[in-house]
């Protein structure tokens, strides 16, 4: 009897050590594999081969890691560098005018044939002259040049007798380049002769293109082979700002902004000595499109010029003129006249529906010369202003 006993205490002991073995297997095969090992995104990346340079096109934009705390068993965020942008070799200043005269004449021309299809008549009597003078004010040309050059052809024209096609025009063309003007020095001065940089500033309303008008004229300088830092002093937008970089870095020139709504005066003071520390040639500022008829802003504008010519002078003083605005620019450019001294009047928009006249009647005003102007929306469509080429385009072949 004691030994059937030992023998079930026996097997009660082994079945229950073989469950154990059971349960612990299943249980092993239940649990997760470990999870990998998270990359090590500090350690430094590994020397590159002396020939892995050479194998990576140069055109190629550079893949980095970009160190940032990654989730257990995520790759790393690799990041496309943009490749640098490219540098553009703007088109050559020299003949520019005469190269876009044709597209000059396409809207300017009614004012040169309008004045020869009158002057052609075989009688010019009073009622002619007055639409002279009606065509001569339309386009813009101002009422005391229109009074002097209809004297002028009435005179002649009388003394000419007969009248040719070919001596209307060469009579016409003599006395728009009078009212022109063919004497005035219309270089924008960019290279003073006792030190480096020249520096220029750009002033104009609101909408007349005058942060373009800085980036194309940056392009007519390096055309020029000139070094060029641009000053975005226009803070009060911030496209301006990068608008202005936009232009800079489609022609290698360095551009110095601040934060928006800050001090443009400010700006335009390190810029002038950004370009002093980096021997460049020419510094120029782009200044807020300012409403003529706000006190205070005029008046900052003021200062802005002050504080650069902390520095030194100021070369060039350039106001940018809408054509399109006609009379009205006119008063735009009293105002401004009366802040800061103005050395040059550059007219955008002379293309489409301009008037040529406006010429005239500016320089008229102010007193000082057109030394460029606009002629589309082309990058290269800011031209020196030559006279005579402007004057052909008015009257035609």
Do not use: C
């Amino acid at each position: 009897m004691e030994t059937v006993i030992l023998a079930v205490v026996i097997a009660v002991v082994v079945l229950g050590a073989l469950g154990g073995l059971v349960i612990g297997s299943r249980r092993k095969k239940s649990l997760p594999p470990p999870p990998p090992a998270a990359p090590d995104i500090t350690a430094p990346p590994a020397e590159p081969h002396v020939g892995d340079e050479a194998e990576t096109p140069r055109d190629e934009p550079r893949r980095t890691i970009e160190e940032v705390d990654l989730p257990d068993g995520s790759a790393p965020v690799v990041v496309e560098e943009p490749p640098a942008p490219e540098i553009e070799i703007p088109e050559p200043t020299a003949g520019r005018l005469v190269r876009l005269r044709a597209r000059l004449s396409r809207s300017q021309n009614a004012l040169g044939k309008g004045l020869l299809t009158l002057l052609s008549r075989e009688h010019l009597d009073d009622d002619t002259w007055e639409e002279i003078e009606d065509t001569l004010l339309t386009a813009d040309v101002g009422v005391q040049p229109t009074t002097e050059l209809v004297e002028r052809l009435r005179e002649r024209v009388k003394v000419l007798g007969t009248r040719t096609p070919v001596e209307l025009r060469g009579l016409l063309r003599e006395e728009l380049l009078n009212l022109v003007g063919t004497d005035a020095d219309r270089v924008v001065k960019t290279e003073p002769a006792d030190r480096k940089p020249g520096i220029v500033m750009v002033v104009g309303v609101n909408g007349t293109g005058k942060t373009t008008t800085t980036g194309k004229l940056a392009r007519v300088l390096v055309a020029d082979g000139r070094t060029v830092v641009l000053g975005a002093a226009d803070t009060f937008r911030a496209a301006a700002a990068d608008q202005l970089q936009t232009w800079g870095e489609r022609v290698g020139a360095y551009t110095v902004r601040g934060p928006e709504a800050g001090d443009p005066a400010s700006v335009a003071f390190d810029a002038v000595k950004e370009g002093k520390e980096m021997g460049v040639d020419v510094v120029l500022i782009d200044t807020a499109g300012r409403l003529h008829t706000k006190t205070g802003l005029m008046d900052e504008l003021g200062k802005v010029k002050r504080v650069v010519e902390k520095h030194a002078p100021l070369d060039e003083v350039l106001l940018v003129l809408d054509a399109t605005t006609g009379q009205n620019g006119l008063v735009q450019a009293r105002v401004f006249a009366e802040v800061v001294d103005i050395t040059g009047i550059v007219l955008t928009k002379l293309d489409g529906t301009a008037k040529g006249g406006i010429v005239i009647a500016v320089q008229r005003e102010l007193g000082v010369p057109v030394k460029l102007i606009g002629l589309g929306e082309g990058a290269d469509d800011l031209a020196p202003f030559e006279p005579e080429a402007f004057v052909d385009a008015l009257i035609g072949d």
